[in-house]
């Protein structure tokens, strides 16, 4: 699975799916550990599973403070400009929007763009 797939959904879902298949694999480990070689696979599946689990439930945490951080540098007077709730939410997003512009590097061009860009250059 891509990094990006992993990141781009809500990482506390999906740190808690991690997070349950770890813990399945640690009982499938100890239901297995008769079997050396198995044992030492579910085993070390668990743990890598567990890991990513943890992983991205520290990333959420981060992503939330992050996003608190954001809200909280929007000016209170943009906010009192913003009447209805729709609007404050407008005007969240669109700061939200221009920081990660701002924060988020071009994505390097991919193996059939490059060979476009070679073959219309000849």
């Known amino acids: 699975m891509a990094l990006q797939r992993i990141l781009s959904g809500d990482p506390s879902k999906t740190s808690k799916l991690y997070l349950a298949i ?3 694999s640690l009982i499938k480990a100890i239901a297995v550990r008769d079997d050396k070689n198995r044992f ?4 070390t599946d ?14 959420s945490q981060l992503k939330a403070e992050k996003r608190s ?3 909280s540098q929007v000016p209170d007077w943009a ?10 939410q407008a005007v969240r997003s669109a700061a939200e929007r221009g920081l990660r ?7 390097e061009p991919g193996i059939r763009d490059r060979a476009r ?3 219309s250059s000849r």
């Open 79 to 88: 906010l009192d400009v913003a009447e209805s709730a729709a609007a404050k």
């Open 117 to 119: 860009g070679l073959l």
């Open 69 to 71: 951080e954001i809200e």
């Open 46 to 59: 668990a743990g890598l599973f567990i890991g990513v689990g943890l992983a991205l439930r520290k990333y």
């Open 22 to 24: 770890g813990v399945l």
């Open 101 to 107: 512009s701002r924060s988020q590097p071009e994505p």
């Open 40 to 43: 030492r696979q579910e085993l």
